[in-house]
């Protein structure tokens, strides 16, 4: 079964840090570029962090530049976003997707995982 399985998001305080996941299974995750985005409550969901099948390229947001960092480890068939220095306005559901392009459109992605929460709150 392909599947993406997001998993690390918990309530961190401001400043903190949090490194999510995203594990792939019933297919090869090093073949695919990888997109994290973000979805709050109220808001349009917004591309965060994408890196290419390769690994050479790697693009992110305004917003995020500088505190996060996408990464993938073949051997694991898994995808990372390393987030740093997190402020409130991170609070959302993180999803991973994958696909063949690196892009910050969600519909030109291919497969989506579930979806982790991460709050940053005091």
């Known amino acids: 079964q392909v599947q993406l399985v997001e998993s690390g998001g918990e309530l961190v305080q401001p400043g903190g840090s949090l490194r999510l996941s995203c594990a792939a299974s019933?297919?090869?995750?090093?073949?695919?570029?990888i997109g994290w985005f973000r979805q709050a409550p109220g808001k349009e969901r917004e591309g965060v962090a994408c890196?290419?099948?390769?690994?050479?390229?790697?693009y992110y947001s305004d917003s995020v530049k500088g505190r996060f960092t996408i990464s993938r480890d073949t051997a694991k068939n898994t995808a990372y976003l390393q987030m740093n220095s997190l402020k409130p306005e991170d609070t959302a559901v993180y999803y991973c997707?994958?696909?063949?392009?690196?892009?910050?459109?969600?519909?030109?992605?291919?497969?989506y995982g579930q979806g982790t929460q991460v709050t940053v709150s005091s």
């Open positions: 997707a994958t696909g063949p392009w690196a892009t910050m459109t969600w519909e030109r992605y291919e497969q």
């Open positions: 019933g297919f090869t995750l090093a073949y695919y570029a």
């Open positions: 890196i290419s099948g390769n690994g050479a390229n790697t």
